[in-house]
């Protein structure tokens, strides 16, 4: 049976995303992202599924850098899913959220209820948590006076309730998770099918002027889509940086070879991060 690994604890939305996703396979938590990635690259689980982005919060970026700078799995497909964020409580707390002493979540989920925690949450001490499940799990074992905020699926699983629900800042929240497999034959998303995608490493040779411009170019002569472009540091020296470009249609014979010909004549890097199926899920 296929296994698959997830931002765990249970209750994470990472975990929302793979039971979606996912029919009868074996499940697998992590504490962390690097910790699900490595256990993919060492065969301990066929599949794994992580973090991306948010739309609020934007990009995760532990997932990117590690996936550049220590593991290279290949993206194999995108999970996009909705998130509603609550407002989660021991199930003994009876007061008035003035009262909440402390506010544990994953540091996107504080991210995404900024306005909210300011408005009724303030005098409130915040603590970041690996995972919004990691909240929920401490909360249920702590006392009345402590909240976290995360889904549904935590506050069932770790016997809470919903002193708020939705309150996150803005109501189109989503985010997208990344399916890393060695092996594609692995992966059985029973969905349809709503776009393809392919992710695309660039390192420029040189900080010189009109070198990004030069890079879109290739794309854009070609009438390839970007729908995302965003530069993270090389990590060898301020002001070096790569870019990680979306492209808005799968890897073919003939436009990809020519961007990346025309790239690497300029003196960039190119690598293909993964082209894959984005699946849309309603939770």
């Known amino acids: ?25 074996n499940k697998q938590s992590f504490d962390t992202i690097p910790e699900c990635i490595d256990a993919v690259d060492q065969n301990q689980i066929d599949i794994g599924v992580v973090p991306l982005e948010n739309a609020i919060e934007g990009t995760v970026q532990l997932t990117v850098d590690y996936l550049v700078h220590k593991v290279r799995l290949p993206i194999m497909a995108e999970i996009v899913v909705p998130i509603q964020q609550h407002l989660l409580v021991h199930p003994a707390f009876s007061g008035e959220l ?17 306005q909210y925690i300011h408005q009724h949450l303030a005098s409130s001490t915040i603590h970041f948590a690996a995972s919004t499940g990691k909240a929920a799990e401490m909360v249920g074992e702590s006392s009345s006076s402590v909240a976290a905020i995360g889904n549904k699926l935590a506050a069932e699983e770790y016997g809470l309730k919903i002193a708020a629900e939705n309150i996150h800042d803005y109501s189109n929240n989503h985010t997208r998770f ?25 390192t420029l040779p040189s900080d010189h002027s009109g070198a990004l411009h030069q ?67 309603n939770i």
């Open 178 to 202: 990344v399916v890393l497999t060695k092996d594609k034959q692995q992966m059985a998303i029973k969905h349809p099918v709503q776009s393809d995608k392919t992710t695309l490493l660039i």
């Open 215 to 281: 890079v879109l170019s290739a794309f854009a002569w070609r009438k390839m889509n970007l729908s995302k472009i965003e530069s993270r540091p090389t990590k060898t020296g301020l002001g070096n940086y790569f870019f990680i470009v979306d492209v808005d249609q799968p890897f073919d014979d003939v436009l990809f070879p020519g961007v990346k010909a025309e790239l690497e004549a300029l003196g960039c890097q190119v690598n293909i991060l993964g082209t894959y199926p984005v699946y849309h899920m």
């Open 98 to 114: 003035s009262e909440i002493t402390e506010v544990h979540s994953h540091s996107h989920a504080i991210a995404q209820c900024h």
């Open 1 to 25: 049976m296929t296994t698959i690994g997830y931002l765990g604890p249970k209750g994470t939305f990472t975990k929302l995303a793979v039971d979606t996703a996912f029919n009868g396979e």
